[in-house]
């Protein structure tokens, strides 16, 4: 449903980095997109949705935000469990911090996810649901 979404990073060599790591783990890949910016999204044959990272502050931002200064939360879809605890095992490789271990989440029904914080405090999640996360 997402057509595309952005975030501001301080770091782009280091974002770049955190976001090659979780991107294998959910069948994503980064893609350069400008010296300032890179996409994270499915592939070149299937562009859209995706998730542009970047060190320029967007147009349409209010005046005086920043990266870090509203977190931002993206949940990507995940094929199984399995793929939710790479990713969490992937970011806390690449950089960033647990903001909720993999497993069931109460009251969100089968559904499985795993919270980490990129390196600008960006809530990064991957989950399942239905069978996916029951298996």
């Not at 890949?29 to 562009?47: H, I, M, Q």
Request: hydrophobic fraction near 40%; include cysteine.
């Amino acid at each position: 449903m997402i057509d595309h979404t952005g975030i501001v990073v301080t770091d782009l060599g280091r974002a770049r980095r955190f976001y090659d790591a979780i991107a294998k783990p959910l069948g994503l890949s980064t893609a350069s997109n400008s010296p300032e910016s890179f996409l994270f999204g499915r592939s070149a044959e299937e562009p859209i949705p995706y998730l542009w990272i970047g060190t320029t502050r967007p147009s349409y931002w209010v005046e005086g935000s920043r990266a870090g200064l509203n977190q931002m939360h993206v949940a990507f879809v995940a094929p199984s469990r399995e793929a939710v605890d790479a990713f969490y095992r992937a970011a806390l490789a690449a950089g960033g911090t647990d903001n909720g271990a993999p497993g069931p989440r109460e009251g969100a029904g089968a559904y499985y996810g795993a919270f980490v914080l990129d390196p600008d405090g960006n809530n990064i999640e991957a989950c399942c649901r239905g069978a996916a996360a029951s298996a």
